[in-house]
């Protein structure tokens, strides 16, 4: 569904009326997955996952032929305030590297076949500094959420939605600290990886966005005012994915804080999505359990830019292919008793 958003209310609007998986394709798919040549529930969590799929597609022998990995990248005025091991330029630096098929991501869209998108959001004009306003405007909020949207390859099967900009981890714990209950230290990790006075600055500059900005609006208001253009950008993929039925795989931390923002606006907002990972950024797994996720993968990575997610992706083919592929045991005169 092409759509321009005239307002952030009419992308609100959206997250009201939200499709909802087919129930018809995934019975289908559940009483199939009984029949195949299998002792029941020996294929684990897979069997869920092709489920799931399955009503997301609305097909109960389901297809995974079209991956789409969308990275967005954003510069954050925060980083001001000195909250990163890495300096700013490295957002614009990563993303050239991206380009030129440099960086982990390429190699794992390589190796699992997904067609990879990178958009730069205004990475020369960062995010205003959340310590002393609103990190964004209205119009610079839609322009992001409708970003994302517009990147969704309608025909794709599944998305991953990743992101890069150095300095994130820091919007990321101030929107769960204010989505969520918790205070900042609870919230705030070490991201690239800064020492201990790093840590302890990174949750000062995280109590002050959370005592200036907390508890004055909706989720969507929260990732105006402490969020970032990539974290809006992922958010606005992550709708349009659920308006066209496409599943999705989320990243790690600073994904799933912006997916948080929608779960705000509307509890089931992110049914079509599965948790790729669990990412060794401290407050991770409590993100997860508070979203309601169980991680496909816990590999102990910190790389943010769709990583963990696009090695999912290799899960859900196996899934998929396992769910479809194999024979009942009618079709190949195996005894089921
Ligand atoms: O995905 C994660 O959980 C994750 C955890 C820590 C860091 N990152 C990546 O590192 C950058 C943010 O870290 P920082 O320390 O600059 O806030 C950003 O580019 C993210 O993609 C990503
Ligand atoms: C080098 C580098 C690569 C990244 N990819 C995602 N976040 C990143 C942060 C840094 C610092």
């Known amino acids: 569904m092409g759509h321009i958003f005239q307002s952030v209310d009419a992308f609100r609007d959206i997250l009201t009326s939200l499709p909802e998986t087919d129930e018809t394709a995934q019975t289908g798919a559940a009483a199939r997955n009984g029949q195949l040549t299998k002792p029941p529930g020996a294929l684990g969590r897979l069997e ?41 330029e490295v957002t614009e630096q990563m993303v050239l590297n991206f380009q030129h098929g440099g960086a982990a991501i390429n190699q794992l869209c390589k190796t699992f076949g997904a067609q990879m998108a990178v958009h730069p959001l205004s990475l020369d004009r960062p995010t205003a500094d959340f310590t002393k306003g609103p990190a964004m405007s209205e119009e610079e909020l839609l322009e992001a959420l409708q970003t994302g949207w517009d990147a969704v390859n309608k025909n794709a099967d599944l998305l991953v939605t990743g992101e890069m900009g150095i300095g994130n981890t820091t919007p990321a714990s101030a929107l769960c600290a204010a989505l969520f209950s918790g205070g900042a230290d609870e919230w705030t990790g070490r991201g690239t990886g800064v020492d ?56 790690g931390f600073i994904c799933c804080a912006a997916a948080a923002t929608l779960q705000a606006v509307n509890p089931k907002a992110l049914d079509h999505a599965l948790a790729g990972h669990v990412s060794a950024e401290g407050a991770h797994p409590k993100l997860l359990e508070l979203l309601g996720k169980e991680p496909l993968l816990s590999l102990g990575l910190r790389l943010g830019e769709g990583s963990g997610a696009a090695l999912a992706i290799g899960v859900l083919q196996g899934a998929i292919a396992c769910h479809s592929g194999m024979a009942t045991f009618a079709e190949a005169g195996v005894s089921d008793s």
């Open 48 to 88: 869920d996952v092709a489920i799931w799929f399955a009503g997301w597609q609305g097909d109960s022998k389901p297809r995974l032929r079209f991956p789409q990995v969308l990275i967005f990248a954003g510069n954050h005025g925060v980083m001001e305030q000195g909250v990163s091991a890495f300096p700013a």
């Open 196 to 251: 201990d006075a790093g840590l302890a600055n990174k949750t000062r500059v995280v109590a002050e966005g959370l005592a200036n900005h907390a508890g004055q609006g909706d989720g969507l208001e929260m990732l105006r005012r402490l969020g970032g253009r990539e974290l809006a950008a992922m958010a606005g993929a992550i709708a349009r994915a659920r308006v066209e039925r496409i599943p999705v795989l989320l990243d």
